[in-house]
């Protein structure tokens, strides 16, 4: 953005179910009921390079509430679906839940159970493996991000199925699960410990992906304020009868009134999480790799300098000229944009109008790293396309970008259609 933008189930399986399934749900702005978002890790980053940003931070891709202009479009099928009971209903808002907000829904006729997903930034400082060897050890100053979220087993047992369940209800303060993927980022197994700035976990289980809605700790709510990820990120509700009539009826809550807000049942999306539309931020890492940062302030953030030497690149691409982004994403960027060119809709998109690719920032204060962060993510045309409001984008750049693996912010539950980011990394040729 410019500047100037099986489910966490842990109650799918308790985190699954709930992690995963509080943060994926389509969304639609009360009263509206919508029918049914391997790189190694550095251990010793060292002085911080000024260079290590073109761009200045932007409000473009800042979650916090806006209303859409409308609602946005029903989520694909899922590639994958979570092993959670199907009356399930995911809930989520921008920005976090509002209070009074989970119970208001426990008391609605039609549910039966709800589960409230908490979730944040854990920033890791040491981690090591069961036996005490050291394996991250990023320097004074610096952490990893990681995105931890917390569950509550006891009120995620209505979530609960799939063969993680009983790793999942064994959840105990003081505990983390870990999905296959962030295991395999983390280098650590059962017993292992993770250190973070506000606290430690051990390593109680690993999960499937699917189980844990994607996060890469789930931890238990007790533990949520003690490691700063007590942002009431999202619900799972478990409802009798019709899905419609439960949801007219939240939708109808005066706390959601003015409030965009996204449904999800476990057939509407892979990761039952809020910000279903875009990839997991450990699957991001996966992809193009992690890396320590620093600069708690604001939304700047300063990248190891290594892992920008390492992944960031500077290159000619058609329409835009010069761009830096992930050496990884430049071919498939290059390849939507002569695309365009060779079918002379290169007017669509305005040279002048482009916001850039890398840039080390937050999506907002306090808020995940961007995925301009890792130079993943373009914002074209950004004057005519304001953030959680209309959108002058051609559907034709969309279809374009969409098939070479960038998901469009335009369909966000806060839209922002000037942006594109990877969201399918396999049309990059990644696993």
């Known amino acids: 953005m410019r500047p100037g933008a099986r489910g966490l189930l842990l109650a799918a399986a308790v985190a699954g179910v709930l992690v995963g399934a509080l943060l994926s ?9 919508e029918a049914a978002s391997s790189t190694p890790s550095p251990t010793q980053p060292p002085a911080a390079d000024a260079s290590s940003s ?14 859409p202009a409308a609602t946005p479009p029903a989520a694909a099928p899922p590639t994958q679906t979570p092993d959670v009971p199907a009356r399930t209903l995911l809930v989520w808002t921008a920005g976090g839940l509002p209070p009074g907000l989970p119970a208001a ?11 409230v997903i908490q979730g944040g930034e854990g920033r890791l400082i040491r981690s090591a493996r069961a036996d005490g060897s050291a394996v991250d050890a990023p ?12 569950v509550h087993p006891d009120a995620a047992e209505a979530f609960i199925s799939g063969p993680d369940r009983a790793v999942i209800a064994a ?12 295991a395999a980022l983390r280098r650590v197994g059962v017993g292992g410990r993770l250190e973070f700035d506000r606290g430690a976990v051990t390593v109680a289980g690993i ?12 931890v238990h709510a007790d533990d949520a304020h003690r490691l700063g990820v007590e942002t009431r990120r999202a619900l799972l509700v478990a409802y009798r009868g019709g899905r419609e009539d439960v949801q007219r009826r939240i939708a109808a809550l005066d706390t959601l009134q003015h409030r965009p807000v996204r449904f999800r049942s476990p057939a509407e999306t892979t990761w039952l999480r809020h910000g279903d539309a875009v990839l997991p931020q450990a699957l991001i890492k996966a992809a193009f790799g992690e890396f320590a940062v620093r600069g708690r302030g604001g939304r700047s953030l300063e990248v190891a300098p290594e892992w920008e030497r390492e992944a960031i690149t500077r290159e000619s691409v058609p329409v835009l000229g ?40 937050r999506i907002a204060a306090g808020a995940p790293p961007s995925r301009h962060a890792w130079g993943i993510a373009v914002d074209l045309n950004v004057d005519g396309n304001p953030r959680g409001s209309f959108s002058t984008q051609d559907p034709r ?10 998901g469009w912010g335009g369909s966000w539950l806060v839209p922002d259609p000037a942006h594109y980011e990877v969201t399918d990394p396999a049309r990059l040729g990644l696993r």
């Open 171 to 182: 959840l105990r303060p003081g505990d983390a699960l870990l999905g296959r993927t962030s």
């Open 397 to 406: 750049l969309v279809a374009v970008m969409r098939d070479a693996g960038f």
């Open 105 to 115: 829904v426990e008391a609605l006729a039609g549910v039966t159970a709800v589960s």
């Open 54 to 67: 073109t761009l200045s931070p932007t409000p473009f891709d800042d979650p916090t509430p806006h209303t």
């Open 207 to 218: 999960v499937d992906d699917l189980s844990v809605a994607g996060a890469e700790a789930v």
């Open 139 to 150: 320097s004074a100053g610096w952490f990893i991000p990681l995105d931890v979220l917390a």
């Open 322 to 361: 010069t761009v830096r982004c992930h050496h990884r994403v430049i071919p498939a960027l290059a390849a939507a944009l002569g695309e365009l060119e060779r079918a002379n809709l290169a007017h669509l998109v305005d040279p002048a109008d482009f916001a850039g690719c890398y840039s080390p920032r």
């Open 25 to 33: 749900l389509p969304t639609t702005p009360p009263p509206a009921v």
